[in-house]
């Protein structure tokens, strides 16, 4: 059939009188699957309940570019009964001078998202790739950018507007021509007429209109009824504002809820003296720096302390899937990361084949791209253990939640002076309190206590992990 069409449409006979069917009688797909050109139109012939996709373009028309008249005669061979469907969708203009700002893919697990803002108004000047919005979604921001050089003649949808991949959100005209120009200047305006003086019969007017009236005394008011005393005193409304939920944090919710309806979550907690780890990052740091390029911290060796726990109790390392569990032979750190936008979450893969410096750098790199909004949804994905450190926000203590579907979340936390006794007598010692919360339907408290003290044994003495003891 394919061969009849592409003889047919290429010879520029008439196809009407193969199928005797006519565009207006062939109902539209409902399909997800766009078009992307920014001179003429593309077409699609999309069978129903299947993925398979004819482009009847350029490849298939051998007469070179795409005409209206090829597009007609090709769309008028597909019978209104068929199981095939045609889409169609303009990018541009006639002339070839607009074209449409579409929405981009936004990865495989995201179906729509939300217009946040316009970086552009109406008459800017844009490049090539420039971003013009913003598209927020349930776990990142995706830049809408524009696939011309030119001048934003209008915008199409809102902010606030749910929009999907393929929707278009702007026009660009790229020789600038039909934008709106801009209000002209009040140089330009003519001056307004001085006012004339008013006549003597006017001021005599205004005279009597301006003179004072004695008014006559007000009649005391009744003072105000005292409030009950079972009625609250709420403030007024004006101090109050209500802001919509930004998509990433109602994403955030939904998690965390879900997390607490489904997990049989229980904390243990444990301290740890810092002082050998710290003592390590001072004397190495410079070094460390100078050869690597990037800060030894203090997360590096938490999360080599947090690979040598979960190579020694593995079921943490594990997950509950209906009946069964999942033993992972994979060792995947999440880092939680605190932006404004909310908190995000960037996985470290095969961290137990990282060394100091590795890790160092991956954290680094995953956090800034984090905090500027270009983190990816494959750099979140997955992960078998998290590790939140709420201690550079000051946080003395804390149960956190787990990160669903993982079991088990470790939670660092501030590094405090405090008196400690060693070696029988009181001196004060840099500590902190580590928290491990476990999915109690899987982990035992046994399995928990032997991992936080596994951390513990390991941060504070780091020459352990040299000698895998």
């Not at 061969?3 to 047919?8: A, H, K, N, T, Y």
């Not at 139109?41 to 070179?64: C, D, M, T, Y």
Request: proline share 7%; no cysteine.
């Amino acid at each position: 059939m394919w061969g009849i069409i592409r003889r047919r449409v290429t010879s520029g006979g008439s196809s009407a009188s193969i199928f005797g069917q006519s565009l207006q009688k062939i109902r539209p797909a409902v399909s997800t699957e766009r078009s992307y050109s920014t001179a003429g139109k593309e077409a699609f012939l999309i069978g129903r309940g299947s993925k398979h996709v004819r482009n009847i373009s350029q490849p298939i028309l051998l007469g070179g570019t795409v005409s209206s008249k090829h597009l007609r005669e090709t769309f008028a061979l597909i019978q209104a009964d068929s199981p095939l469907r045609v889409w169609s969708r303009s990018f541009s203009s006639d002339n070839g001078d607009l074209v449409d700002a579409v929405v981009p893919f936004m990865g495989e697990s995201i179906t729509d998202g939300t217009l946040a803002k316009f970086l552009k108004n109406p008459g800017d000047s844009v490049q090539v790739d420039e971003p013009i919005a913003q598209v927020e979604t349930d776990k990142v921001t995706i830049d809408v950018s524009s696939p011309e050089s030119g001048v934003i003649q209008k915008f199409v949808a809102k902010e606030g507007d749910t929009v999907e991949p393929g929707t278009k959100i702007a026009v660009i005209s790229k020789s600038g021509e039909g934008v709106a120009q801009a209000a002209p200047s009040e140089k330009g305006k003519p001056e307004k007429e001085a006012p004339q003086p008013p006549s003597p019969a006017e001021k005599d007017t205004v005279k009597a209109e301006t003179a004072p009236v004695k008014e006559k005394p007000k009649a005391p008011s009744p003072p105000p009824p005292k409030a009950s005393a079972t009625e609250p005193q709420l403030p007024p409304k004006e101090r109050e504002r209500r802001v919509p939920m930004t998509r990433l944090r109602k994403r955030v919710a939904t998690r965390l809820k879900d997390s607490q309806n489904t997990f049989a979550m229980l904390s243990t907690f444990n301290e740890v003296d810092m002082t050998n780890l710290m003592k390590l990052r001072s004397d190495y740091k410079d070094a460390f720096v100078e050869k690597h390029g990037v800060k030894l911290g203090f997360m590096s060796g938490f999360v080599k302390a947090a690979i040598s726990g979960l190579q020694n109790q593995p079921i943490i390392n594990a997950v509950i899937d209906g009946d069964d569990i999942i033993y992972r032979d994979y060792i995947d750190i999440s880092i939680a990361v605190g932006t404004p936008k909310g908190l995000v979450v960037p996985v470290l893969r095969n961290a137990e084949k990282m060394n100091f410096a590795e890790i160092e750098k991956e954290i680094n790199t995953l956090a800034k791209k984090a905090t500027s909004g270009t983190i990816s949804i494959d750099e979140m994905a997955g992960g078998s253990f998290t590790i939140s450190n709420g201690g550079v926000y000051g946080s003395l203590l804390s149960t956190p939640i787990i990160n669903p579907p993982q079991s088990a979340i470790l939670g660092m936390h501030s590094i405090v002076n405090r008196p400690m006794v060693v070696d029988g007598n009181i001196v004060p010692r840099p500590m902190m309190y580590i928290a491990l919360t476990y999915d109690h339907r899987l982990i035992d408290g046994r399995e928990a206590v032997y991992f936080l003290r596994r951390i513990k044994d390991v941060v504070e003495d780091p020459r352990r992990l040299l000698l895998d003891i």
